[in-house]
């Protein structure tokens, strides 16, 4: 058998397969200090230990939102933060039926020769940090591969390196216990149109599983989290039909029937076009073997975010305000979303791209 059976093989599987459970998805709740730094500051509230911790605290403790989560992403401060009474962040996951994750990956570097493509460091240590993570109640983790569209890109070297990165974090995963989601990002930076993306997304995605297959990873013990199909950021918008046509027909050309679920990014997307869009793929009647659902940061936080304002008065309404988005979600993860989870304030429906985003 090419794939690897180590001691953590079955429950890789039973819990790849429950974060890909339907009506399910999860909250990328992992941004670095300086990256969660800039969302404070929009709000213009200080990047202080307190202050994350008490945005994060907001989250966590949503009424009525982790029933609808199977897993949350934390940046390694957060697996280890506590809310104001004292319980540790991961067990008030765990209590909700929520699975931690734990981004491993140490940011982009520039790829010397090409033109500002990147590859992703955190190999060093990664194996020990794996297994701390695991010990600390993490059960999976995110390792995020950035890629660009242009004249000459994404170029094949910067294919295989990423390729073969993602492959050595994911096998160095398992061997720890922690499922790993992989995730080859396409930037939307640029004014291709969405025949240019399809085609980066299904050479880059076909290289990606050759290389997991290259490195034996236990392809049932992972999950995707990929870019939608989308034209370039200065191209005319698409509709979400069209959009959830290319994204399905990229996915089913490329991933294993064995991968139990794909996660979307949100890329830059508003709250309400990300829902949309995932919402059309899942109302696709042609046959998809794995779960589609959703890994959003921006695209589950930014209402919240905005209604918060780091004050503790607005708490209640903004986790209602999470709340509508984790509902419109997971309705989307069934293709039963109506639409309607914008609110009236008009926040889900704000653009939330940022060229060259870093997180």
Request: a neutral charge; hydrophobic letters at 35%; proline letters at 4%.
């Amino acid at each position: 058998m090419s794939a690897f059976v180590g001691k953590y093989a079955e429950e890789l599987i039973k819990n790849a397969k429950y974060i890909a459970t339907p009506g399910k998805g999860i909250l990328a709740a992992d941004e670095s200090t300086g990256t969660i730094g800039k969302r404070l500051s929009s709000i213009n509230v200080e990047n202080i230990e307190s202050n994350r911790q008490a945005l994060r605290e907001l989250l966590f403790t949503s009424p009525s939102a982790l029933p609808l989560l199977s897993g949350v992403i934390l940046f390694e401060e957060t697996l280890y933060q506590k809310t104001t009474d004292g319980k540790p962040f991961v067990d008030v996951l765990l209590d909700n039926g929520v699975l931690p994750g734990i981004k491993v990956d140490k940011g982009t570097v520039d790829l010397a020769g090409t033109n500002g493509e990147t590859t992703t460091q955190g190999f060093d240590s990664l194996g020990s940090r794996c297994s701390q993570y695991y010990k600390a109640g993490a059960r999976f983790a995110k390792w995020r591969a950035v890629l660009k569209i242009g004249a000459t890109e994404p170029s094949e070297l910067s294919i295989q390196q990423n390729a073969q990165g993602l492959a050595r974090y994911a096998i160095i995963c398992q061997e720890n216990g922690l499922v790993p989601i992989v995730e080859p990002e396409i930037l939307t930076d640029g004014s291709h149109d969405i025949k240019q993306c399809a085609a980066a997304t299904e050479t880059v995605l076909a290289a990606v599983y050759k290389a997991l297959n290259d490195q034996h990873v236990l392809l049932e013990g992972t999950l995707l989290k990929p870019n939608m199909v989308t034209p370039g950021s200065d191209s005319p918008k698409v509709s979400p039909e069209e959009i959830a046509e290319y994204t399905v027909a990229a996915l089913r050309r490329t991933v294993p029937p064995a991968v139990p679920g794909i996660v979307f990014l949100s890329g830059g997307q508003s709250e309400e076009e990300a829902t949309v869009n995932l919402n059309a793929m899942n109302k696709l009647e042609v046959v998809k073997p794995w779960t589609l659902s959703f890994s959003f940061g921006r695209a589950l936080q930014q209402s919240t975010l905005k209604t918060w304002a780091g004050k503790k008065e607005n708490v209640e309404i903004a986790q209602a305000a999470f709340l509508a988005r984790c509902k419109a979600n997971s309705e989307a993860t069934l293709g039963k979303y109506g639409g309607g989870g914008s609110g009236g304030d008009g926040l889900a429906s704000q653009s939330l791209y940022e060229k060259g985003y870093k997180y």
